[in-house]
């Protein structure tokens, strides 16, 4: 079993099997712990370069389990080529939604009430007193709504916000009411104040935020992208915010590491965070949980949590 947090840090990980340390180094460039032809259950490493991440995947040739620590599997999904069939990749459902509503919540609140405008301003010793949107009274849209999606809701319920729509690739109905199919997207979009991005990653959803979707978006609306960059065209994103005719929110952008230069970092009514959505205190406890609960079902032979596809299937 291949690790990214040291074996002996993680209580109730069940006996009988070898657990091997590895998470890349810092370089990316780490040695392998063992032979990789013996891996059973590779765990992703976190916050680590692409490559670094796949490395090792054409290698292991008797995996079982792919357990990556991200909501998002597109990372290893671009590589499933490299991975022999019949194996189970699992995401990290349950680790992140808690952290990734806070900062979608966080986005919306700063770029509404101004906050980054009395950053500079109080850098610059200015009391620069103004009226600013409230997110009350607001029309939210979350595209994307699974565990993220629904964890942002739950945190919008005390905003007194005027609606929430939701939207996902198939209608269905939840506790909370409708989710619209992704193809009513276009008759929502110009009802909405606030369009928050939940959306996993998959060719469906590659550059599904378009000139035409944002088109259709209302005059002085917000976006807020907590799901990945490539979700979003960044040429007709900036096309829009630079005229002011929309504002944005983006932890995560198209490309990634946003590099020196690029207009997105000084393009009005723009605010950016470093993909933070997930690296929180929250992160830790809810891994090793996960990793525990995940290694003793593997032994048990019990379902497996959080299967997203089997290779070759």
């Known amino acids: 079993m291949w690790l990214?947090?040291?074996?002996?840090?993680i209580d109730g990980l069940p006996e009988g099997l070898r657990y091997l340390f590895w998470d890349g180094?810092?370089?990316?460039?780490q040695e392998f712990p063992g032979d990789p032809a013996d891996c059973a259950v590779y765990v992703v490493p976190y916050m680590k370069?692409?490559?670094?991440?796949v490395r090792p995947l054409e290698h292991l040739t008797h995996v079982q389990v792919i357990q990556t620590l991200t909501a998002g599997v597109d990372d290893v999904t671009?590589?499933?080529?490299?991975?022999?069939?019949?194996?189970?990749?699992?995401n990290a459902r349950g680790v992140h939604e808690a952290s990734t509503a806070e900062l979608a919540l966080t986005?919306?609140?700063?770029?509404?009430r101004g906050i980054p405008e009395f950053v500079r301003a109080q850098q610059e010793e200015r009391w620069r007193s103004a009226f600013h949107p409230a997110l009350a009274d607001k029309n939210v849209l979350i595209v994307g709504y699974g565990a993220i999606g629904s964890a942002v809701e739950d945190r919008l319920v005390p905003f007194e916000v005027a609606r929430v729509a939701r939207v996902a690739r198939s209608q269905r109905t939840t506790a909370r009411g409708l989710v619209h199919p992704l193809?009513?997207?276009p008759s929502l979009l110009p009802e909405a104040d606030v369009v928050i991005l939940c959306t996993p990653l998959t060719e469906e959803s590659r550059g599904l935020v378009d000139a035409e979707f944002l088109a259709r978006m209302k005059d002085g609306a917000l976006l807020v992208n907590v799901a990945r960059g490539a979700v979003v065209d960044t040429k007709a994103l900036l096309a829009e915010v630079e005229s002011g005719r929309v504002m944005a929110a983006l932890d995560v952008t198209d490309p990634e590491p946003l590099p020196p230069g690029h207009p997105l970092w000084h393009a009005p009514g723009v605010l950016i965070s470093p993909h933070v959505g997930g690296p929180t205190s929250a992160f830790l406890p809810r891994a090793k949980r996960l990793l525990v609960d995940q290694l003793n079902r593997f032994v048990n032979q019990e379902p497996l949590r959080n299967v997203i596809l089997t290779t070759g299937a």
């Not at 180094?25 to 460039?29: K, L, P, R």
């Open 4 to 9: 990214p947090i040291p074996p002996d840090e």
């Open 25 to 29: 180094g810092e370089s990316g460039d």
């Open 49 to 53: 370069r692409w490559p670094v991440k």
């Open 78 to 90: 671009a590589r499933l080529s490299a991975i022999v069939p019949g194996v189970r990749l699992c």
């Open 107 to 112: 986005l919306t609140l700063a770029s509404l």
């Open 183 to 185: 193809t009513e997207l």
